[in-house]
């Protein structure tokens, strides 16, 4: 059974600052891996999807990477700003299901 | 990507009575996916619903609490019925496919009291 675990759980850090979220999966034999927020009790937005195939995607200050054989993904988010301010979640696809990890909390300080 | 509308956003509901989720999809999908969110948890898959079939269900969860509709290609329902307060969690449903990825609806955040 795949596990998707994601570290830290939550953290805090000051306007301006680069945020890295990491997310490490047990199951290297995965179709995609896909990173999504979650503003408070709202459901979820794609920001990038990476193919197995892929090493990185980047959209704006969102950099994803992926190292399938050690099973890890990290998200960078560039100069965060308090509307970055949500939950994170990695989700890796595995035959025809979605593994998600809890999520990693994120409070940017104005 | 698909865009997915979602209904009722939030509710506070009575333990015992059955409250039904919509999603409306703005273009034809085969599958269609319900999760739960328990507060701090991750998302657990209830169910896959295709159209013209019965749900496939995930170990742990059952048609006669959780009856699902999928009436066409853009539109399906979930229902969370005999509520008790641990049916509290966020419900949502997804759409996709392994080559573009998936998108999710708004959310329903559900309290039973």
């Known amino acids: 059974k795949q596990e998707v675990t994601q570290i830290p759980a939550a953290l805090s850090v000051p306007e301006g600052e680069n945020l890295v979220l990491n997310c490490s999966f047990t199951?290297?034999?995965?179709?995609?891996l896909q990173w999504f927020r979650q503003d408070p009790g709202k459901g979820l937005t794609s920001l990038l999807l990476?193919?197995?195939?892929?090493r990185e995607q980047t959209s704006g200050r969102l950099n994803a990477s992926l190292d399938k054989s050690s099973g890890r993904s990290t998200l960078y988010i560039a100069a965060s700003q308090p509307g970055d301010s949500a939950t994170y979640l990695c989700?890796?696809?595995?035959?025809?299901?979605?593994?998600f990890g809890k999520g990693n909390q994120v409070v940017v300080i104005p | 990507s698909a865009v997915i509308s979602q209904k009722p956003s939030r509710d506070i509901c009575q333990r015992g009575t059955s409250l039904t989720i919509q999603c409306q999809v703005d273009?034809?999908?085969?599958?269609m996916f319900w999760y739960r969110q328990q507060p701090g948890q991750s998302l657990t898959l209830i169910a896959t619903?295709?159209?013209?079939?019965?749900?496939?269900?995930e170990s742990g969860f059952v048609i006669d609490k959780f009856p699902i509709s999928r009436p066409n290609l853009t539109f399906s329902t979930l229902t969370v019925s005999n509520m008790s307060p641990e049916d509290s969690s966020i419900y949502l449903c997804?759409?996709?496919?392994?080559?573009?990825?998936?998108?999710f609806g708004s959310g329903t955040r559900l309290t039973v009291v």
């Open positions: 273009s034809q999908v085969t599958m």
């Open positions: 619903a295709n159209q013209g079939s019965e749900a496939t269900y």
């Open positions: 989700a890796v696809q595995t035959s025809n299901r979605l593994a």
């Open positions: 990476i193919q197995s195939s892929q």
């Open positions: 199951d290297s034999a995965i179709y995609n």
């Open positions: 997804s759409v996709g496919t392994q080559a573009y990825g998936y998108t």
